[in-house]
């Protein structure tokens, strides 16, 4: 009930703040912006189109700009750092945590890049330059170096007293490392354990010697897969000497699961994920053209395999309407099993040693599928149509469709993901083309050669 009453109140502040700003009250949404949380102005930005949106910045204050541009996606953030002096770019990202610093910078354009790296001293832009050196979508890329380190033989009286020193503990902290003079790994304590202790022993004592690291170099979505099976917390990062070079915490892996997730559901309609609902037109128009390009290039090419049979649809004219039923189908079957693939490879269940497997399960399961619904479109036509052959034919290429359609959507993600072409933007156009013509062809040709 809290958490409603919590929301309903942000929406209305939100919905005050644009009020009072189409009102010319700008000391007024100055005052109410200070009052908000930065995820909650990050999400006023979003909401807002690009002339509210440069206002509304304008109004913030300038201390705030770093905490904002955190939570703001790629694109909107872009847009607002493309604008901004990169003095005031730098001011906005000292104080940004590792992950997040990386994130921002490697999203912009080289030459605004290039720009703010300029404009840093010599030890931010060294610890800039650290932050994108680890590839995207790796586990150096998203994680923090706000560590804190023991040494194994100090006890665990000392460790306290040194953490009261502190005042106060990195985000998400449940767990301390343990390193040798070399800063390799070597074991892990929780706070539990520490707290529970006693005083007078090590931590040699009471560590896990057998810690479980992330390689930096390891991909993020298998990043989240171990976090998810082992119910983590946070994890160490460790390179390829093992020494400890950071760590993960449960807020980024929901962050790449909320990621790939919206990847997953935008790139099925060819759009980016982090695109800006309130871009401009023209940028708009142009990033969309791109795949309803492809898509008429697929469409014409459907469409040519029907034009090879136009003087059997000039003949038979009832071969016109029953023509999409095929295709249709087809589509629907090929795409339930491309779902299920890429949903199997991105939580780690398809691997190089049962893809073989699988595609002989869906292969299986398009014969099946294809024979129950050859029947049963056969009986329809046969009944509602009085030709019997016609049925068979459409039942013939509703196989052979099925057929395909299993095949394929079992085997493009396998496929892509070796070219290294992601399969969720990619694969659903890919076969639906070949569902397309597999079942055009199909029922066209075999309508050719046994009804013409």
Do not use: C
Request: aromatic share 6%; proline share 3%; glycine share 6%.
């Amino acid at each position: 009930m809290s958490e409603a009453i919590e929301l309903s109140n942000t929406t209305e502040r939100l919905e005050s703040i644009n009020r009072f700003l189409n009102a010319g009250a700008f000391v007024r949404v100055r005052r109410l912006l200070l009052d908000l949380p930065a995820s909650d102005v990050a999400l006023l930005l979003e909401s807002s189109p690009t002339k509210t949106r440069d206002e509304l910045w304008r109004l913030l204050d300038a201390d705030f700009h770093g905490d904002v541009l955190e939570e703001l996606s790629e694109d909107v953030r872009n847009g607002i750092i493309t604008k901004m002096v990169p003095a005031n770019v730098v001011d906005a990202l000292e104080d940004m945590d590792t992950d997040d610093l990386a994130e921002t910078l490697s999203s912009l354009p080289d030459d605004v890049l290039q720009s703010i790296l300029k404009s840093m001293d010599t030890q931010d832009r060294v610890r800039a330059e650290k932050a994108l050196s680890y590839g995207e979508e790796t586990a150096g890329f998203i994680m923090n170096t706000d560590t804190i380190t023991l040494r194994p033989d100090v006890s665990i009286d000392v460790v306290i007293r040194y953490l009261r020193l502190k005042t106060e503990l990195p985000e998400n902290t449940d767990t301390l490392y343990v390193v040798n003079r070399q800063d390799i790994l070597i074991g892990t304590v929780s706070l539990a354990s520490l707290l529970t202790s006693n005083p007078e022993v090590s931590v040699a004592e009471i560590m896990d010697d057998e810690p479980e690291a992330i390689p930096a170099n390891a991909p993020d979505d298998e990043v989240a897969s171990m976090f998810e099976r082992y119910n983590w917390l946070s994890a160490p990062v460790v390179d390829e000497e093992h020494k400890l070079v950071g760590r993960i915490t449960i807020d980024d892996v929901v962050d790449i699961i909320r990621e790939d997730a919206e990847h997953s559901m935008m790139s099925m309609a060819g759009l980016d994920d982090e695109e800006d609902t309130f871009a401009p037109i023209g940028q708009s128009t142009k990033r969309r053209s791109v795949w309803l390009g492809v898509n008429l290039v697929t469409a014409l090419l459907a469409a040519a395999v029907s034009d090879l049979f136009e003087s059997t649809l000039s003949q038979l004219a009832v071969l016109a309407i029953l023509n999409t039923i095929v295709p249709s189908m087809g589509g629907v079957a090929g795409n339930q099993t491309l779902t299920l693939v890429i949903r199997g490879m991105a939580l780690g269940h398809v691997t190089g040693s049962n893809a073989v497997w699988l595609v002989r399960k869906e292969l299986a399961v398009g014969f099946l599928n294809g024979i129950i619904w050859a029947v049963l479109i056969a009986s329809v036509i046969a009944i509602w149509k009085q030709d019997y052959m016609l049925g068979a034919v459409i039942a013939f290429a509703m196989m052979m469709n099925m057929i395909a359609a299993g095949l394929a959507g079992a085997t493009l993600p396998i496929i892509m993901k070796r070219l290294k072409i992601d399969p969720a933007l990619a694969g659903s156009v890919i076969l639906t083309t070949i569902t397309d013509v597999v079942g055009i062809f199909a029922f066209l040709g075999t309508a050719t050669l046994f009804l013409i």
